[in-house]
Each structure stands twice: as C-alpha cells, then as structure tokens.
C-alpha cells in the first residue's frame, strides 16, 4: 500500500542521518546504509504520523534484525534546464527568448537552488517484517516547495513556448499566404506551364534575405516553395473557373476568334494553336487553358472560318 508523502517543516534531517545508527543500535538493531527497493507491495509510513524514533521502535517490535537507511542530498546543477529543440541550431536559444519576467524567475530560482546544495532533500528508513517492505520517509519541506515552484515555471514557460510557436507558425502562415495571393496575381506565373518556370518567377520575385544565419536562409526557402506551391493551386483553380465559364459559350469564343482573323496566315495546326493561346492568355489575363480546352475550340474556329476562295480559271483564248 502506497500513500502520498508529506514533508518535514521541523525535522532536521541532517542531524537525524547522524542519529539514526545511534538509535538503531540502542534498539538493538543494525544499521545499514542501503535502502532496498520498496517493490510494488510495501508498507508506507510518514513523518508526521510516525515520528524516527517510533518507527525504529516498531521495527524492533517486529523482530526485525537490519534498519535500513539513506538520505538524498541536493544538487543545484540540474535542478532547472531549459531544453533547446535543436541545441546546435543557431539563433537564439531557448533563454534567450525568455521574457524579462520569466528570465528574472529563472534567475531567482537558480539562486535558491545554489544555496539549498548538498542540503538533505529526504530521509529513508526501513526493515522487514512478514515478507514486506516497510518504508519511513520525511521530505524537506523546503525542497518541496522549491520543485513545485520549479515545476510551476516550467509549465508556464511551455505554455508560453507553445504560445510562441503558434503565433510563429500564424506569423509564417500569414507571410506564405500573401506571398502565393501576389503571384497568383503576376500574369508571367499564371501563364507559365512548368513547375520550374513557376519556381524562377518565385524566386526572383522573393530572392534569399541578405543574412548568414542558417535559420534565416532556410525559413525563406521553405516559405517561397510553399508559397510557390500555394500559388500554382490557385492559379490552377481560377483557371479551371475561367475556363468553364468560357467553355459555355464556345460557339461566341470561336466566332470571335474566326472574325478576329487570329489564325491567319498560319499554315500548321502547331501554329494556329499557338496564336489561339496567346489569344486566351491575352484575353484572361495569362491564364493557361487546358489542352482540353484549345482542342474543342480549335475545332469550332475551324467551323466559323469562312472557306478561302480560288480564283476563277481564265476562259482559254480562242484559236486563230
């Protein structure tokens, strides 16, 4: 049976680690300096309910030969860290980033913890009695109240981490998005037909920021792809809209390229498709349109053109 720990406010564990083989002696027990492990079935009492000398007393009653016993003692080294993401990152660490009140905390902290080293935190005793386990322990209250101020920081301190990595995230979400809406907007990106042409035209609208700093370099490189990418399914989904609408009229859309006279003097189908693309591109605002698209209505301007005229023989001269 496992019951919660209360802490010592009066209890002066130092000096009871130098009492405990006295007392265990005078019981007519021997005193060990090993505490075992409990186990997961073991008896559990507290200082505040079952003082040192009674429980060494109880051990004697039970007939137990050994007392166990320890102590821990505080180290400051380790008593609060900060853990960086990537600690050879550059950039700003972890600390760095603290606000001036939670940097005034920290420091405040590691302060009391410095003067609190090689303080006794806990005291240990136990002996067996019917093949149990049973355990004594008193906790500095001391140490107590400093691990749950610790304990404290550290979780606001991830709260406000996880705060500032929302709103970094919000912020690069934000700065991605206004970059794809722009090119979505050049007509050179909408007109362009390849992924590679689409990422020259990001890149030389958005070229890398004037920095060494490693973190800088490669957050613009991932905002312009994203942004890049963004911007290509925009494009895309406007087109799709653009050209649907256009598509319920083709017959209009052909009429007006036949009466335009777009394709003439274009000899090859490869040519009439490039002048009705420029057409599109021109009239759209540099929207590609899908193969599909230029496929029906190349076939319809075929239909509106009006048929090219020979000329009439010459009658033959009459013989002399």
Not at 294 to 315: G, W
Request: glycine share 4%; hydrophobic share 40%; net charge negative.
């Amino acid at each position: 049976m496992t019951t919660a720990t209360r802490t010592s406010t009066t209890l002066d564990l130092r000096k009871l680690v130098e009492e405990i083989p006295l007392l265990a002696a005078a019981s007519g027990l021997n005193p060990l300096a090993a505490v075992p492990e409990p186990g997961d079935t073991h008896v559990l009492l507290e200082e505040d309910l079952v003082n040192a000398e009674d429980f060494i007393a109880l051990a004697h009653r039970c007939g137990a030969r050994v007392l166990y016993y320890g102590h821990d003692a505080f180290t400051a080294e380790d008593f609060v860290l900060l853990d960086d993401a990537d600690p050879l990152a550059d950039g700003p660490t972890v600390e760095q980033q603290l606000s001036p009140e939670a940097a005034r905390r920290l420091r405040k902290l590691r302060k009391a913890a410095s003067r609190r080293t090689g303080h006794v935190t806990a005291v240990v005793m136990c002996f067996m009695a019917e093949g149990l386990p049973h355990m004594w322990i008193a906790r500095a209250a001391w140490h107590t109240e400093l691990t749950a101020e610790r304990d404290l920081f550290l979780a606001e301190h991830e709260c406000a981490q996880e705060s500032r990595e929302e709103d970094d995230n919000a912020r690069r979400a934000a700065e991605q998005q206004r970059m794809a809406v722009e090119l979505a907007d050049d007509p050179d990106f909408r007109a362009a037909t390849k992924r590679t042409h689409h990422h020259d035209i990001a890149t030389t609208a958005y070229p890398p920021p004037d920095t060494t700093d490693a973190d800088e370099l490669k957050e613009h490189q991932w905002l312009v792809r994203g942004a890049t990418r963004d911007a290509i399914e925009l494009v895309d989904a406007a087109a799709r809209r653009l050209y649907a609408a256009l598509g319920r009229d083709l017959d209009a859309l052909a009429q007006e390229i036949a009466s335009a006279g777009i394709t003439q003097g274009a000899t090859t189908v490869k040519a009439r498709t490039l002048l009705v693309t420029d057409f599109l591109l021109a009239k759209t605002d540099g929207y590609s349109p899908p193969a599909r698209f230029i496929d029906r209505l190349m076939l319809r301007v075929q239909m509106h053109q009006q048929p090219t005229r020979r000329a009439p023989l010459a009658e033959p001269l009459p013989l002399g």
